[in-house]
Structures are given as C-alpha cells and as structure tokens.
C-alpha cells in the first residue's frame, strides 16, 4: 500500500511573502507555452494570407477568360483573346477550345503560397461563338 504524499513546504521569498513549491514548478510553463504556439499562429497567418491571394488571382483570371471568350465569340482575333488574359496574369498558359455553337478558353497558372508550396489554378469561360 503507498503512503500519501504531504505537498512540499512553502518556500520564503524574502520578507513575510511565502511562495508555495506548486507555483515555483510552475514558472515560466506560460512563456514555455506561446514559444511553442506563436510559430503555429504565425505559419497560420501566412498561409490564410497565400490562400487568400490565391483566390484573389484566380478571381482575376477568371474574368480575364470570360472577356477572352467573347472576344473570340464576336470573331475577333486570337491576340485579343491572349492580351486579355495576359493583362490578368502574364504566365497563364491559354487554350481555346470550340463546339458546336459555344467557344471556351481556359487559362492555366501557378499560385505559390509561402515560397514553396504550388497550387495549381485553372479558370475556363465560355461564350455563343457568333462570330463564324
């Protein structure tokens, strides 16, 4: 059978001030806590950050192929289109593709959060094809 354990004597801190031994264990644990948690927050920052940029440049290159498809659908020609989506985002790779009564362009590019990490974004827009 184990005998209960008596709690630690309190430790004097000078004066009449007397410092139980539970809080001087217990020192420096809420610094010990946010050195832990603060790279976690901020790594979460900037990811919400990246992401949100992100999202921002595929908004942009999503307009930018809709105006591209109904350049192509007046039966305007192909360096409209590409100008359109190059102001939007000058490394997005751009192909059309036609039907029947419909022309689609889609734009491929690369968003990059934190340096390292690559996200794919791919935007397509159609337009009527009145033009031909």
Known sequence: MSRPTRPAPPIRAGGDRVIPARADRERGSVTAEIAVALPIVVLTLLLGVGGLGAGMRMVVLQDAVADAARILGRG???????????????VAGIAVAR??????????????????????????????????
């Open 76 to 90: 305007d020609d192909a360096g409209g289109a590409g100008a359109a989506v190059a102001r939007a985002d000058r």
């Open 99 to 132: 039907s029947e009564s419909l022309v689609c362009v889609t734009a491929s590019a690369e968003a990059r959060l934190l340096g390292g990490i690559v996200v794919p974004i791919r935007a397509t827009g159609c337009a009527l094809d009145g033009g031909r």
